[in-house]
């Protein structure tokens, strides 16, 4: 992967959320300081036309900008240079993205897998940002990194992304400095608990097997009533399928909960068109950790587990699910 022409990028970004067709207003600023040997005289900024108005543009640095097919293209009549710092503003109105879950509630998540608009290329260990989210008292709205008030606060993140739910309760919980918190529709307090119960449970067990917890927040919301399993919103975020079951439920959920507490060493990477194996098997190795050290069910694990290794059978996947493997590519990461 190759590194950004950029160091120290923070976004400032302040989101109103309007109950008008799904849409939201913000402003944002991206401030970076230049670190490419070679002067630069052109920075593109990703905007997702599709779900993105842009409304004004202000940059720092005499240029003119241009809006073509998802990008927003800066070009800087002075080039700028190393250590030169860079500030663009803009302020745009947008769709939340996502679907709708649980039938009669709404709940929608924008930032799935990317903010908009953001650098074409941001450095490797992640991006600052800083977030306030204006929103009706109606509404539960959790974003990346910790809450402070209306604000949600990141260090070296890969990916913001929040979630707008006008139904939800929250139950949150904060141990060891990170922030635990399940989004759940009425009548589910108890799932929500084990949810938050297991998560700090693997989150802590993983802390102690690698010697440290990547995000400062973990944020989950359970969804559709079918085994499919669970999906990255943004860093620190996921949504957890399969949760509404009867008496053999919470084995399943121990499971899922853990394996997407496992991915969060491992990145925003899921793609549901193209799942990435090596991606996949990775949260599944330190889920099988956690399940075998603390004794829980392991049947569902097993499960999947035959699940991969016949998906490379039929050529879908490109490394053997040997846990010793797994285990090694975890050291190398």
């Known amino acids: 992967m190759r590194d950004s022409n950029f ?8 989101i109103d959320l309007l109950q008008i067709n799904n849409m939201y207003y913000a402003t944002q600023s991206i401030t970076c300081i230049c670190d490419s040997y070679s002067a630069l005289s052109q920075v593109v900024i990703l905007t997702e036309q599709t779900n993105i108005d842009i ?10 900008c241009e809006l073509r097919d998802g990008l927003l293209i800066v070009n800087l009549k002075e080039p700028i ?7 663009i503003s803009f302020n745009y109105n947008a769709k939340l993205p996502g679907s709708v879950y649980w039938n009669d509630y709404f709940q929608e998540f924008a930032g799935e897998k990317s903010w908009y608009p953001r650098l074409a290329v941001e450095p490797i260990l992640g991006c600052d940002y800083d977030v306030l989210i204006h929103a009706p008292e109606s509404m539960s709205v959790y974003g990346t990194g910790q809450r402070i008030g209306k604000r949600f606060v ?11 739910s006008e139904k939800f309760l929250v139950i949150e919980k904060k ?10 529709p009425p009548g589910s307090e108890m799932l929500a608990k084990g949810v938050i119960d297991t998560a700090i449970e693997a989150a802590m067990f993983y802390h102690e097997l690698l010697g440290f917890y990547p995000c400062n927040s973990f944020t989950a919301v359970p969804g559709a009533e079918y085994y499919v399993g669970g999906c990255p919103i943004a860093t620190g975020m996921v949504h957890l399928h399969g949760m509404q079951r009867t008496k053999n439920s919470f084995d399943y959920d121990n499971c899922i909960v853990a394996h997407e507490i496992a991915h969060q060493y491992f990145g925003d990477t899921y793609d549901y068109k193209s799942p990435s194996w090596v991606w996949l098997g ?11 050290k603390t004794n829980k069910s392991m049947g569902q694990y097993e499960k999947y587990y035959n699940y991969l290794n016949e998906a490379i059978k039929l050529g879908k996947a490109d490394i053997p699910f040997k846990k010793e493997e797994l285990m090694r590519r975890i050291a190398d990461t």
């Open 7 to 14: 160091k120290q990028v923070q976004y400032n970004i302040t």
């Open 55 to 64: 409304l004004t543009v202000e940059v720092n640095h005499d240029s003119e």
């Open 81 to 87: 240079k190393l250590g030169d710092f860079f500030t």
């Open 154 to 164: 990141g260090k070296s993140i890969q990916n913001f992304g929040f979630i707008a």
């Open 175 to 184: 141990t060891q400095d990170i922030d635990f918190v399940c989004l759940y």
């Open 282 to 292: 990775l949260g599944l190795s330190l889920d099988y950790e956690f399940m075998l």
